[in-house]
């Protein structure tokens, strides 16, 4: 496939992990390489939303097999994990903000495995920016601002020095301000000489193990040794002219694949009585098949009937999804769509002092209770909300694109396909139009000049709520496309940086 570029594109959620990925391209790296460059020094420039003690999940398209690969990060719950375990402590769930809610984290193993498979640079060569960024530190803006300045901070460094003694207390935070992360450095720097191996069972392994136990996780050195990244075959599913691929179990990318195989060919406006209607049963299927692979019974499945399902989800967690992606497109053609997270903002906001690494709360949405899904299990990959996607044309590249969004994400996506595929808005007008979102209940969350977009006949029942500005609750969209005289446009959603 040839591409009219000098190196390709890279579109992430901050211009320092831009520019990471784009040197490495112009250094004759691929798109994995920039990718890897680009996703640590988010982990560094958006330290609230992403870090080293975090998952991803990745697509990963090879123009020249013309084949997606998924590139599964997350980390297994601990060996001790289990809701015997919880259920003597007293407790009826995982706590939210808790060492207990940790489990191994997966990214820094998805990043060597996805290089050593894929890519044409080592560890070394992709963590430059981001150690640089760590040591000299990255700069107060409108949206660190707003949340070292939020309530979300204020609560967390409460329960946790340790994060005030990196990031600073609120009454410090100014537009501007340089704020230095000199342990993580080092560890980066750590891993740029020594690989994954330290981090998993060697020296920094160490440390952030007996910072942890201090602080009362149930981690082991074990669990850490056992950790894997899991390279799986994509699912996807015909929309329009396309095919759309996105991440397998335990992913929530099924959830996408449902809304598109469901919405397919239907070329006028959305209605949102069936919008309504179609995510209820499309997320119940989630609920149900989005699990650790090993036991999710979606794979013994040779089809899902995304329109026959009764059991509607009215359970899970409403959050703004505290997520960093990026995609990038390379010279050749090859594609990556990358997610990585701390679930929530600062995850857990428990941090290892000795090695500058905060550590995510994925486990916080597994239940202790033998009823529903999500069920806690000792040694499995929890249910992840992260949805990468890759769209291709008669297997070829046609589109590269990843949001935040927790339980949002694939109905952004969605979204923004349909405004592509189906009205034939090119990628930035896409991204720029209004939005919806449902979380639960009949309650729909709507921009404002969703109307134009969107056909909703007055039903009692479902209520609209309407945001009149840019909100992150619906998203913070990246992606690129390629054009049919084979060009590269990007596009990048503002949202994020609003609030």
């Not at 990255?138 to 460094?157: E, M, P, T």
């Not at 020594?194 to 082991?220: H, V």
């Not at 909100?471 to 990007?490: C, E, Q, W, Y």
């Amino acid at each position: 496939m040839k591409l009219k570029t000098n190196y390709g594109k890279v579109v992430t959620g901050h211009k320092k992990a831009t520019d990471a990925g784009i040197r490495i391209l112009k250094e004759g790296g691929n798109a994995i390489d920039a990718a890897i460059a680009a996703a640590s020094t988010l982990a560094v420039a958006i330290p609230n939303m992403n870090g080293l003690g975090g998952d991803s999940i990745a697509l990963y398209y090879s123009s020249k097999k013309k084949k997606i690969y998924t590139i599964n990060g997350s980390g297994r719950s601990p060996k001790k994990a289990s809701i015997k375990y919880f259920k003597n402590l007293g407790l009826k769930k995982i706590p939210q903000r808790s060492s207990l809610s940790i489990t191994v984290p997966g990214v820094i193993d998805a990043w060597e495995t996805s290089l050593n498979r894929y890519g044409k640079k080592k560890l070394n060569d992709v963590l430059q920016d981001s150690i640089k960024l760590a040591e000299k530190g990255i700069k107060v803006d409108k949206y660190l601002y707003n949340f070292f300045k939020g309530d979300v901070y204020k609560d967390l460094i409460k329960k946790n020095k340790n994060l005030s003694n990196i990031f600073g207390l609120p009454k410090d935070i100014k537009f501007g301000k340089i704020i230095k992360q000199k342990k993580l450095a080092k560890t980066l720097r750590v891993l740029a000489k020594f690989g994954s191996k330290s981090f998993y069972r060697g020296n920094l392994c160490d440390k952030m193990l007996e910072d942890l136990k201090k602080q009362g996780a149930i981690l082991s050195k074990k669990d850490f040794i056992n950790h894997s990244t899991l390279i799986q075959k994509p699912i996807s599913t015909d929309y329009f002219d396309k095919k759309v691929f996105s991440a397998p179990p335990n992913s929530q990318g099924l959830a996408l694949i449902g809304l598109c195989k469901l919405f397919n060919n239907i070329n006028k406006k959305i209605d949102l009585n069936n919008y309504l209607d179609f995510k209820k049963k499309v997320f119940s299927i989630r609920d149900k098949y989005c699990l650790d692979p090993s036991v999710s019974k979606f794979f013994k499945k040779k089809q899902i009937n995304f329109n026959d399902f009764k059991n509607i989800t009215k359970d899970f967690k409403k959050n703004f999804g505290d997520t960093s992606t990026l995609v990038v497109v390379d010279k050749y053609g090859n594609a990556v769509s990358w997610v990585q997270s701390l679930f929530e903002e600062f995850g857990s906001g428990i941090v290892s002092p000795q090695t500058g690494v905060v550590f995510h709360n994925r486990m916080y949405l597994e239940k202790i209770t033998k009823k529903g899904f999500n069920i806690l299990k000792s040694q499995k990959r929890p249910f992840h909300t992260l949805c990468p996607a890759i769209i291709l044309d008669n297997n070829k590249l046609d589109l590269s694109i990843a949001t935040p969004g927790d339980h949002g994400q694939p109905q952004t996506i969605f979204q923004i396909l349909n405004y592509i595929y189906n009205y034939g808005y090119k990628i930035q007008k896409a991204i720029n139009l209004p939005r919806i979102r449902h979380n639960q209940g009949n309650q729909i969350l709507a921009e404002k000049g969703y109307k134009k977009q969107f056909r909703f006949l007055k039903n009692k029942k479902i209520k609209i709520k309407i945001y009149n500005k840019p909100h992150r609750v619906f998203g913070g969209v990246t992606a690129i496309k390629v054009n049919p005289n084979m060009t590269l446009s990007k596009g990048a959603d503002k949202r994020r940086s609003c609030n």
